[in-house]
T-cell receptor, first 114, second 110 residues
Framework: AQSVAQPEDQVNVAEGNPLTVKCTYS??????LFWYVQYPNRGLQFLLK??????LVKGSYGFEAEFNKSQTSFHLKKPSALVSDSALYFC????????????FGAGTRLFVKA | DGGITQSPKYLFRKEGQNVTLSCEQN?????MYWYRQDPGQGLRLIYY???????QKGDIAEGYSVSREKKESFPLTVTSAQKNPTAFYLC?????????FGPGTRLTVL
């Protein structure tokens, strides 16, 4: 069965420090991986995706993610956090069993303190 | 939130009533999806549609119904059979592998 896990419910970081939001996955075959961000009472916004190619993927708002096949991880990173980055972050994987469905993690809440 | 609109933003329903949530997109995407979001549980798939006049049940379809008569529109009806309908409902459409989301509708049952 395909799945995605976000081991941290919450991440706290000081403004200006680097941030990492963790994600691990379990899929059969090559994974299609995604990161989304959600601000309060809003829909999810697409940040970036990994399909193939370079393991380091760059996305919106200065975020990037590193695909690590041996560790089955796809951690989201940013070199210098902003207070405005505080939000709920979802990792997701494409469900290849059919229907072009996407499986979402439970989400990690990021707090960036000024 | 791009070219996907959901209405209303907030919806209140009395127990025993059916309500319909609207989802419209002008992105010319074939596939559309409905999710339910509860605190701490991420997103759960209710229904999805790959093409007009076709739709499939997701993981939690009981108590919900949909239609897909037009490419642009994928309304969701929450019926009185849904035991615990209070939640945040998200609609999405898909381009290739990536889903794009609307702003959501918060449904509260009084």
């Amino acid at each position: 069965a395909q799945s995605v896990a976000q081991p941290e419910d919450q991440v706290n970081v000081a403004e200006g420090n680097p941030l990492t939001v963790k994600c691990t996955y379990s899929v059969s075959g090559n994974p299609y991986l995604f990161w989304y961000v959600q601000y309060p009472n809003r829909g999810l916004q697409f940040l970036l995706k990994y399909i193939t190619g370079d393991n380091l993927v760059k996305g919106s708002y200065g975020f990037e993610a590193e695909f690590n096949k041996s560790q089955t991880s796809f951690h989201l990173k940013k070199p210098s956090a902003l207070v405005s980055d505080s939000a709920l972050y979802f990792c997701a994987v494409r469900d290849i069993t059919g229907g072009f469905k996407t499986i979402f993690g439970a989400g990690t809440r990021l707090f960036v303190k000024a | 939130d791009g070219g996907i609109t959901q209405s209303p933003k907030y919806l209140f329903r009395k127990e025993g009533q059916n309500v319909t949530l609207s989802c419209e997109q002008n992105l010319n995407h074939d596939a559309m999806y409905w999710y339910r979001q509860d605190p701490g549980q991420g997103l759960r798939l209710i229904y999805y549609s790959q093409i007009v006049n076709d739709f499939q049940k997701g993981d939690i379809a009981e108590g919900y119904s949909v239609s897909r008569e037009k490419k642009e529109s994928f309304p969701l009806t929450v019926t009185s059979a849904q035991k615990n309908p209070t939640a945040f409902y998200l609609c999405a459409s898909r381009e290739r592998d990536t889903q794009y989301f609307g702003p959501g509708t918060r449904l509260t049952v009084l």
